[in-house]
């Protein structure tokens, strides 16, 4: 009889799992955690142990959102459609004259606005042309593109044509006494600031930019990269023990007994904890005898955590709870009211959190989803992460029983904005298959027992 199930209660699933959050926001804030540099290439999913400082302004010039010309919106704002096109600023260069009254540079996405200029005008609201003044004041406005067609200047060409300074960028033609000039007509005005993002408008030099404890995603790395760290610091990755008991399991080497399995859930347990941030230790698979069981758990107790699988049910040979009971381990909780993974036990041997998991393949899955995954994660200094839901339709009615908060493999798809989900035939949670089919759970709540073709149900993703 299991005296360890007596003396810790079978929570709800709420009540459970805000029972591990707790511990795992004791165990981030107690952290005594030390920290080492790893290459930007090798940090992804390390934790920061410190936090990354913008090295200057973010943009660090006023940066174009789009290719077109840089203008100063006020000439826009006073009826100046047509402008001179004085320079060409591309990304990486910089033009250096300020921009004046009735003058645009041409632009490219990414390039700094030059001074002057407040706003980009899109290139698709623009038309290139090109004209030529000679001595006399007469002149031609032409569209650059290959038809070349000549069209009338306007007023304003004639103004600028006025007050005509030459520049460094101006092309002089074969024609004596010629100059030609670009201009650029404007058909749709801008305000101050379109186009552009002012220097400093996402991170002023100094700032922080990725707190202490970040998870580093690709978002992440990509930010330290521009903010010029070759390298970062980061936490020792959480070592956790995996135990895999029961005595008919073999090794996936071995060739199993016509009634024996192979060790799989060593595995998943594995890729799982690696996926969450931790360094997986997997110790040989313990049988269903109290003394080696013992040892093999003391060992595992010497890792930052502890994962078993099996042996947590009501069985006779069930002795997980009893092996940690007399090793003065503490319960949280020794049950849950969930399928697959009812028996789950939660506790503490010391400062080590340990599960213990029960051992078929697919609940071993879940229970690790549920409870673990934000334990390895506070392990690893990093704030634990809440279950990632979706909301989905339902593809086919379903039918279960009440009483207990139901996590079923199922398989969402239909895109961005018509997700479905169905769940995946299954044998039960002994059923890998099932899991190696699905990409989420479908959950059903304990007082539900009909979900109808049609309504929107909560899918938690893995
Ligand atoms: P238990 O929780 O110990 O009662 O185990 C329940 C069932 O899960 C067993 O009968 C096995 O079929 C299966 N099982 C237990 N441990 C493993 C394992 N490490 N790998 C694969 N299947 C397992
Ligand atoms: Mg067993």
């Known amino acids: ?50 936090p990354v400082a913008a090295d200057r302004d973010f943009p660090p ?38 921009v004046a009254s009735g003058e645009a540079v041409e632009i490219m996405t990414g390039a700094a606005v030059p001074a002057g200029a407040d706003a980009v005008v899109m290139v698709e609201y623009t038309e290139r042309k090109s004209k030529e003044l000679n001595h006399k004041g007469h002149e031609e406005t032409q569209r650059k593109a290959e038809n070349r067609e000549v ?27 010629c100059i030609e000039i670009d201009i650029v007509e404007i058909q749709r005005a801008v305000v101050a600031g379109e186009n552009v993002v ?26 330290a990269a521009a903010a010029g760290k070759a390298s970062l610091k ?54 269903d005898e109290e003394g080696k069981l013992t040892e ?28 940690l009971k007399a090793l003065g381990a503490q ?19 010391g400062s080590v959190p340990f599960f213990g998991l029960p051992g078929n393949p697919v609940s071993v899955m879940v229970t690790f989803e549920l409870f673990a995954r934000q334990m390895v994660e506070a392990l690893s200094g990093a704030e634990p992460s809440r279950l990632k839901s979706a909301s989905a339709r339902l593809r086919k009615d379903l039918k279960t029983k009440t009483g207990l908060t139901r996590f079923l493999p199922a398989m969402l798809d239909g895109g ?23 990409n989420c759970y479908l959950v059903v709540p304990p007082d539900r027992e009909k979900l109808a073709k049609g309504e929107m149900v909560t899918v938690v993703l893995r």
């Open 416 to 438: 961005l904005y018509g997700p479905e989900v169905e769940v995946v035939p299954w044998q039960g949670s002994g059923d890998m298959l099932a899991a190696a089919r699905a």
């Open 331 to 349: 319960f949280f909780f020794t049950g849950a009211l969930i399928q697959p993974g009812k028996p789950v036990v939660f506790g503490g041997a």
């Open 151 to 177: 069209i009338d200047a306007d007023d304003h060409i004639l103004d600028i044509a006025s007050h005509h300074k030459p520049k460094p960028q101006e092309n002089r033609t074969q024609k004596e006494d």
């Open 61 to 98: 010039f006023a940066r174009a959102t789009r290719d077109g010309f840089a203008v100063r919106a006020q000439d826009l704002a006073d009826g100046m459609m047509t402008l001179r096109v004085v320079g060409q600023v591309r990304a990486g260069d910089s033009y250096d004259l300020p």
């Open 1 to 50: 009889m299991n005296t360890a199930a007596q003396s810790a209660g079978v929570l709800s699933f709420e009540e459970a799992y805000e029972v591990v959050r707790e511990r795992c926001r004791s165990i981030l804030e107690a952290g005594d955690r030390h920290g080492k540099e790893v290459l930007l290439v090798q940090a992804l999913k390390r934790v920061l142990a410190e």
């Open 198 to 223: 002012p220097p400093g408008a996402e991170a002023r030099a100094g700032q922080e930019l990725l707190p202490l404890g970040t998870r580093l995603g690709p978002a992440q790395i990509a930010l």
């Open 234 to 287: 980061v936490y020792r990755k959480p070592r956790v023990a995996i135990l895999s008991t029961g005595d008919e399991l073999v090794e996936v080497a071995e060739k199993p007994g016509p009634s024996q399995i192979r060790n799989s859930n060593s595995y998943s347990l594995a890729a799982l904890v690696t996926e969450s941030g931790g360094e997986a230790v997997q110790l040989p698979i313990a049988p």
């Open 296 to 323: 093999l758990i003391q060992e595992g107790l010497k890792a930052d955590m502890l994962l078993l699988s099996g042996g947590v049910s009501m069985g006779k040979f069930d002795l997980v709870e009893q092996a």
